[in-house]
């Protein structure tokens, strides 16, 4: 076992030093003397859905409901009260490298990694070995819809929508099926998918898009959405940079909870991110942060970090 763990610090240290040696090739910001430079003022919309309604079903779930939830899709319910400052949003897009795929700022790289979001969302049932993978033949939209919601499929293909060149649900529609769908287990599974349509994924605002439900669906099947979590973040700030605006459709929640999870201060116990039942999601909602702070300030700061 002592071996074992040995060639892999060793296998670690090799990854490094290549890192390092290509990193000071191509020329970043490990190069001695490096100054980060900004790109032309990127405009982006950070417009979010409204929560409240989703806010209110979850809080009002009984017990069983909600471990129920938690058992299956983690803390997910956390992102809905996790205030999106925008002026800090607005400012970190700013130091987005597209060519990198990651924020730079000044002689600092940072980029949201699989291990990092796979722990802010603390789901017991991911396993982080099976990612997402959209199989070459797929079931209709209602049927997954049916498959989900336990409805019939009439109901389904009723309900359907175009929304520009993608097909989705109403928020509408799944709200009223959580009020009143006999089956808990199903109120549970469609609460989940309005989350990650309303949330994790805003594709078209007040729609669950049918790419979310396709991803969903495998998440049911203990598949981690985490990769395409990230893809979708990195690909949407990565469009918005190059096209100098643009709104982001990726989940800001998460992306600023990563953020300031490097910078945190625990002035409690700091072993209490061991305990079995700490949420990083939690911490960050119950810490209060400023929001006065302008988005100017903000690059400032982020420049000379």
């Known amino acids: 076992m002592r071996n074992k763990y040995l060639d892999r610090v060793e296998d670690n240290a090799s990854v490094c030093t290549w890192l390092e040696k290509t990193q000071l090739e191509k020329g970043d910001s490990v190069t001695e003397g490096y100054t980060s430079e900004l790109w032309d003022f990127t405009r982006i919309n950070s417009t979010q859905n409204e929560f409240q309604e989703l806010r209110n079903i979850e809080t009002q779930w009984n017990d069983e409901a909600k471990h129920l939830f938690y058992q299956n899709y983690g803390d997910l319910p956390y992102l809905l009260d996790v205030k999106v400052d925008r002026h800090l949003f607005r400012a970190m897009v700013q130091f987005w490298n597209p060519a990198y795929s990651c924020f730079t700022f000044g002689d600092v790289d940072l980029a949201p990694t699989l291990e990092e979001y796979t722990t802010l969302l603390r789901c017991p049932r991911i396993q982080g070995h099976k990612a997402y993978v959209r199989p070459a033949s797929l079931p209709t939209f209602a049927k997954k819809l049916v498959m989900i919601t336990g409805m019939i499929e009439q109901w389904a293909v009723a309900r359907i929508q175009q929304k520009g060149d993608s097909k989705c649900v109403p928020w509408a529609v799944l ?131």
């Open 175 to 305: 709200r009223d099926l959580i009020s009143t769908h006999p089956d808990v287990k199903k109120r549970v599974d469609v609460l989940a998918l309005s989350i990650y349509g309303m949330v994790i994924f805003p594709k078209a605002l007040g729609y669950i898009d049918e790419a979310v439900v396709d991803l969903f669906d495998r998440v049911g099947k203990q598949n981690t959405p985490v990769p395409a979590i990230l893809t979708e973040t990195f690909r949407s700030l990565s469009a918005c940079r190059r096209a100098g605006k643009g709104r982001f459709i990726g989940c800001a929640q998460l992306l600023l909870v990563w953020f300031h999870s490097h910078f945190w201060k625990l002035d409690k116990v700091p072993c209490q991110v061991f305990f079995e039942g700490y949420s990083p999601l939690k911490e960050a909602v119950d810490m209060p942060r400023r929001d006065d702070i302008l988005e100017e300030r903000w690059i400032d700061i982020l420049q000379n970090l």
